[in-house]
């Protein structure tokens, strides 16, 4: 059965700190990872999906690799900015009809 | 473009009260899931359609569950005899084909949050 464990749960970071947020999975065998942000009482914001045929994906501050043989992912948030503060989830689809399995989330707080 | 919505945005019911809860996906997108979200949790899947028909409804709970997509858009999550631990926030999202797309990026609505008192 498919596991997904985020770690931190929580970072606070001072404004303008590159981070790293962790991801790992315990199986191997999938399809995709995506990289979600959700604000306070409202939905997912898709940020990056990474295929399982590539190791990284770059959008804008944000960059995201992909090691399957090791079961991990990381998020790069570089020059983090106080409208970075929410929370971060992590979710691989390893069944053949896209159901994600997610990652409890890290809470991210830029202070300014 | 309009994105995926999701109706009510909050329902307050009683414990045993039966509910519905619907989605509008994003138009053209065949793929249509539900996810559940408790607090300070990821949230969990419940039930994916392809088109009309529920193509994997192995994360619905129980038989007070159930979700219909009669005509491939529109889709509406139906929970009856409600039970306090069926709190929760209810996602829904939507891909462009799940078919051959499990490579698609999945939109998600706002939720409807559910309190069963």
């Known amino acids: 059965k498919q596991e997904v464990t985020q770690i931190p749960a929580a970072l606070s970071v001072p404004e303008g700190e590159n981070l790293v947020l962790n991801c790992s999975f315990t199986?191997?065998?999938?399809?995709?990872l995506q990289w979600f942000r959700q604000d306070p009482g409202k939905g997912l914001t898709s940020l990056l999906l990474i295929q399982s045929s590539q190791r990284e994906q770059t959008s804008g501050r944000l960059n995201a690799s992909l090691d399957k043989s090791s079961g991990r992912s990381t998020l790069y948030i570089a020059a983090s900015q106080p409208g970075d503060s929410a929370t971060y989830l992590c979710?691989?689809?390893?069944?053949?009809?896209?159901?994600?399995?997610f990652g409890q989330g890290t809470t991210l707080q830029v202070k300014p | 473009g309009a994105g995926v919505s999701q109706t009510p945005s909050n329902k307050v019911t009683e414990k045993g009260k039966y509910v519905e809860l619907r989605c509008d996906p994003i138009s053209g997108h065949t793929a249509l899931y539900w996810y559940r979200q408790s607090l300070g949790q990821g949230p969990e899947f419940l039930i994916y359609f392809q088109g009309t028909g529920a193509a994997d409804d192995s994360g619905l709970p129980n038989d007070r569950f159930f979700a219909v997509r009669p005509e491939g858009s529109v889709s509406t999550l139906k929970i009856q005899r409600t039970e306090r631990g069926d709190s929760a926030v209810y996602l829904c999202a939507s891909s462009l084909d799940g078919a051959s797309g499990i490579t698609d990026t999945q939109y998600f609505g706002p939720g409807t949050r559910l309190t069963v008192l």
């Open positions: 979710a691989v689809c390893s069944g053949n009809t896209g159901k994600l399995i």
């Open positions: 199986d191997s065998a999938i399809y995709n």
